[in-house]
Structures are given as structure tokens and as C-alpha cells.
């Protein structure tokens, strides 16, 4: 390579721990097929051959339309950044391999990031955070620790589920999102609802004869998030159209995570019909666990030392 009297920024290679997800389907895409009836097996790959070998590079690439071939291959990102890394490498003794190797990186880096961002616009959280951003420091109740195996593959691969249980304020909602937004980082689909508008709209179907077509947004995702059960009054066939939920994942090994204010003796009161709540919970729980949030509301928080000041001044 030629040297160049300008460098640019160097550009970090990203590894990413998720497993390929979409990049496979969309990499055999690109590959030729043989036509039909050929002998591929019998086929002999593909070399350079002896002028190609010994012809410089430079030459090589004369009259090649790499942007377009690029474009061919559906490369976006190392068609934007090859001329500017050509020039960094150029600089700095790159050999060909590191250049190619940092191109395919921030290729994969890009696809990565794209497609987390397609899944979470998915999942309809009502807000995102991160596990990083839960304080357990405030809410003791729980470590993080106890959430080890939730926040890896996992959670997906062993079907497991959780109930966030506790008064209002105390990071139920916080968590389940957490979770389910770092299963979209570990490579999977995530779908976020409330228990409300989940029964409302199967009991809509149900009525409407649709269910089974109402059906799939709730069990096809690999990790769903039912939010808030107990914190409104629910229609009448409130466990029938649940319990449709819970035993089709159940059935077929799909995470599930739930928050509520109730405790789970309390479910069938809600759902109006002791026998399905007991029924749902013990599907969640075979492969699940409960976990008890304890302590005051973080939302309520900075009104606490004004509260036990005004306390510490009524006292005699």
C-alpha cells in the first residue's frame, strides 16, 4: 500500500457474545445456487490461478466496481468505512488480513446493533432499562447474584419464568424489563404487554370467535413480559383466556416473567376463578421462582427525610 499523509480514527473490532441470529439466513441468500440436478459434491472449489496469484493488488482491483459489489452483498457498513480504513492501514503498516478482519467486525458490530434495536422497538416496553441501572443498594430485598441465571441464554434455552412480587415502586417493572432486554442483547425476540390489555384483547377474540389468531403475539416470542396482574379489575373470563397463555408456553418451554401487587393466593380473586389461577402459577413456578420485592417506593423516595424531619419536630 501507498502511504498516506492523513490517518484516521482507529476503529476497535466489537465481539459480541449473542448468538447469529438473523446474519445466517441473510449470508445464504448470497450464495450461487447449482443448477438443478448438478453434481455439487463433484464440483472443484474455486482458485486463484497462477497470474491472479502473482498480479499486485493494486492491479487486481483496476476496473472493479467494489462499491457496487458491496452493495451486491449487502455490506453497508464496510462500504462506508473501507476507504477510510484503507487509509488508516496505509499509515500504520496494517497487514491485509487485520484490515480485513477489522472491516468484517464492525460489519458484524453494525448488524448486531441493528438488530437490537429492531427487537427492542418490538417488545413495546413501556420504558428501557438495564440491570446495570437498578440500584441494589436501595432495594436490599435482592442481589444480583440471584439473578445470574435470568440474565444469560438460559433463561431461553431451560424455559425458565419469574414472578416479581411487592408493593408499588419497589423495581418489579424495572426488573422484568431488564431481564427481557437483555435476552434481545442474547439474541432473542422479547414481547412486553400488561395482564390488562392482554385479557382485554383475548377476551375481544374470544368473543369474536379470533382467538387462535390473537394467540400467536403472545406465545411466539421467546420471552414474555405480563405486567401489573392484580392492579385492575380484569372481565370475567380473565383465567380462561390466561391460562391459554401460560400452558401454550408452558407446553412448549417459552420464559415467561410476571410482575404483581398480589399475593399468589390472592390471583384467583382476580382472575375470577381460584381453580385456572392455581393452575397458572403452578405452570410458572415448575420451571420458575418467586421473588419477594420488599422496602419503600423509589418513585417516593425523596420525601423520606422529609418526612422523618417533620416526625423528629413533632416530637416533644
Known amino acids: 500500500m501507498a502511504t ?10 466489537f465481539v459480541s457474545d449473542a448468538p447469529p441470529v438473523d446474519d445466517a439466513t441473510n449470508a445464504s441468500c448470497l450464495v450461487p445456487s447449482a443448477p438443478r440436478g448438478a453434481d ?71 448488524r448486531t446493533q441493528t438488530r437490537i434495536q429492531r427487537a427492542t422497538r418490538k417488545a413495546h416496553f413501556p ?20 439473578l445470574g441465571s435470568y440474565l444469560g441464554p438460559e433463561l431461553v434455552t431451560e424455559g425458565r419464568c419469574v414472578i416479581f412480587a411487592g408493593r408499588p415502586g419497589t423495581g418489579k417493572t424495572h426488573l422484568a424489563v431488564a431481564i427481557a432486554y437483555r435476552a434481545i442483547q442474547n439474541g432473542y425476540e422479547t414481547f412486553f404487554t400488561t395482564a390488562a390489555d392482554l385479557i382485554d384483547r383475548l377476551s375481544t377474540a374470544a ?31 380473565a383465567a380462561n383466556v390466561l391460562f391459554q397463555v401460560v400452558d401454550h408456553r408452558y407446553l412448549h418451554r417459552r420464559p415467561m416473567i410476571f410482575t404483581t401487587n ?24 415448575e420451571r420458575g421462582r418467586l421473588v419477594q420485592l420488599r422496602g419503600t417506593s423509589w418513585r417516593t423516595r425523596h420525601l423520606r427525610p422529609a418526612a422523618q424531619t417533620a416526625t423528629t419536630k413533632e416530637r416533644p
Open 40 to 110: 455439487v459434491s463433484a464440483a472443484p472449489p474455486r482458485t486463484l490461478n497462477a497470474t491472479s496469484a502473482t498480479t499486485p493488488p493494486t492491479e487486481m482491483s483496476q476496473g472493479v466496481d467494489l462499491d457496487g459489489l458491496l452493495r451486491r452483498l449487502h455490506l453497508p457498513t464496510i462500504r462506508r468505512l473501507y476507504a477510510e480504513l484503507q487509509q488508516h492501514a496505509e499509515a500504520t503498516q496494517m497487514s491485509y488480513r487485520d484490515y480485513l478482519a477489522t472491516l468484517v467486525a464492525e460489519e458484524v458490530a453494525h
Open 4 to 13: 498516506a499523509k492523513t490517518t484516521t480514527k482507529s476503529l476497535v473490532p
Open 262 to 285: 398480589k399475593p399468589l393466593e390472592q390471583w384467583g380473586r382476580v382472575l375470577h376463578d381460584d381453580d385456572l389461577a392455581e393452575a397458572i402459577t403452578d405452570r410458572i413456578l
Open 207 to 237: 368473543r369474536c370467535g379470533e382467538v387462535a389468531d390473537a394467540l400467536p403475539t403472545y406465545c411466539h416470542p421467546h420471552v414474555l413480559v405480563i405486567d401489573e396482574i392484580g392492579y385492575l379489575a380484569h372481565s370475567p373470563d
Open 127 to 146: 420504558f428501557l432499562r438495564t440491570i446495570e441501572e437498578f440500584d441494589f443498594t436501595f432495594q436490599t430485598s435482592i442481589r444480583l447474584g440471584l
